[in-house]
């Protein structure tokens, strides 16, 4: 049995969720509203204030899609619930980033401002010049977002400069030593 997916989904006050014909599950919530059509073979139930997802056999398709699906209803709640963030650090002299209207515009050391819209389903913040936030109940829209942002400058590992996850990490590299004359 999936440890993930055995484990039963709690629904918090204020979410309602629906699951329609053919596993379509809808999540409404305070931060907005989610439909997702989830496998057909999954078996996804409403028990009082719990979602339990189980599988219909223990076959290898269905022992992968068992916490999967779990997972996927899990975010689909805590996304209609709070929300999910990501936040993006800027490095480097003269990188800043600013919000114009509904645009993110960058400054990245290059002859040109990088522009992105912002789409549907997420919210750009730029408290700091050197700060990203990206929010909206969707990860898998907020995560792809923040990549794509992150796309346009990644860090490099000489002098950390660039965009990169406050979480993240940048292993850092030693620069030359210099020349050895004869």
């Known amino acids: ?5 055995k484990m039963p989904i709690t629904i918090p006050a204020g979410v309602e969720v629906t699951i329609g014909e053919n596993n379509l ?7 907005g509203t989610l439909v997702e059509k989830m496998h057909d073979d999954m078996i996804i139930e ?3 204030a719990e979602i339990i997802v189980k599988r219909p056999s223990d076959n290898k398709m269905h022992k992968s899609l068992h916490g999967l699906t779990r997972t996927l209803v899990a975010n689909m709640v805590e996304g209609a619930a709070t929300g999910f963030k ?3 650090e800027i490095n480097g002299v003269g990188y800043r980033a600013a919000k114009q209207g509904n645009k ?3 400054n990245l050391g290059y002859s040109h401002q990088v522009e992105m819209e912002e789409i549907d389903g997420i919210k750009i913040d730029v408290p700091q010049p050197n700060q990203i936030i990206i929010s909206g109940p969707n990860k898998q829209v907020v995560g792809q977002f923040a990549a794509k942002v992150r796309e346009k400058r990644p860090p490099e590992p000489y002098k950390g400069k660039g965009i990169k996850y406050v979480e993240e990490t940048i292993r850092r590299k030693e620069g030359k030593t210099g020349s ?3």
């Open 1 to 5: 049995m999936s440890r993930i997916g």
């Open 25 to 31: 599950v809808t999540v409404k919530g305070p931060q």
């Open 46 to 48: 409403m028990e009082g």
């Open 86 to 88: 990501r936040e993006l």
């Open 104 to 106: 993110l515009v960058l």
């Open 180 to 182: 050895k004359k004869k």
